[in-house]
């Protein structure tokens, strides 16, 4: 099954802060969080595995909840280029297949 | 780096005629590559995964024989849509892994297809 985002869609004024939720009905071995723009292919953004280990960007953060099968996005002082969908992969057993989320769309505001 | 390309980037073909898409890793070798299907407004559907060397490994719904992938080198991956009709229209992306544990298993994707068939 498909992981669940919330929210679906979401409007932020620049410089304000938004969390993106990952709901999974499987046990994971890890997450992976990507951008995407209209047209073009996904951005890596985080990856948080099963038992605390992550890699990402500097600027952001997550948090990923093993008991739950759920994972978080922070989004903090949000700028205009971090408008776009963003999408959650969930893989199950540490065989690299990714099953990615319904998705969040982001719209950043001046 | 890690960089995956694809070629081409934009086709539009007839109905009924066939469209080879190719998925390259540039600077490394790809243990396993991907390939993603895109409508719009919609998530990313895995279709199928792909060793180098051996039959690739396809989702469920998805037709091996209506979508041909090619494995031939580490480095380039194939996905050949057969007679396409107008609803395979869609965004074809491809990814692949260093196979590293330093990786976590990240996915490098490529810049996508967009595939229109009249």
């Known amino acids: 099954q498909q992981p669940v985002q919330s929210p679906q869609a979401v409007i932020l004024r620049e410089g304000e802060d938004a969390v993106i939720n990952c709901s999974s009905s499987k046990a994971l071995y890890s997450v992976h969080w990507y951008r995407q723009k209209h047209g073009e292919a996904p951005v890596f953004l985080m990856i948080?595995?099963?038992?605390?280990e992550q890699k990402g960007h500097e600027k952001i953060s997550a948090s990923f909840n093993e008991k739950k099968q759920q994972s978080s996005l922070y989004l903090t002082a949000s700028q205009l280029s971090y408008s776009g969908t963003y999408f959650c992969g969930t893989e199950d057993y540490g065989n690299e297949k990714l099953t990615f989320g319904t998705g969040t769309r982001l719209t950043i505001i001046p | 780096g890690a960089v995956v390309s694809q070629h081409p980037s934009r086709v539009i073909c007839k109905s009924g005629t066939s469209v080879k898409i190719e998925c390259r890793s540039l600077d490394f070798q790809a243990t396993t590559m991907f390939w993603y299907r895109q409508f719009p407004k919609q998530s990313l559907m895995l279709m199928a995964t792909s060793n180098e060397g051996s039959k690739a490994t396809y989702e469920q719904g998805v037709e091996k024989d209506k979508f041909l992938i090619n494995h031939a080198s580490l480095t380039l991956s194939t996905l050949t849509v057969t007679s396409a009709h107008p609803e395979d229209s869609s965004f074809y992306i491809c990814?692949?892994?260093?196979?590293?544990?330093?990786?976590?298993?990240?996915?490098?994707f490529g810049p996508g297809t967009r595939l229109t068939v009249l």
């Open positions: 948080l595995l099963k038992g605390g």
């Open positions: 990814s692949a892994t260093k196979g590293s544990r330093s990786d976590y298993n990240e996915q490098f």
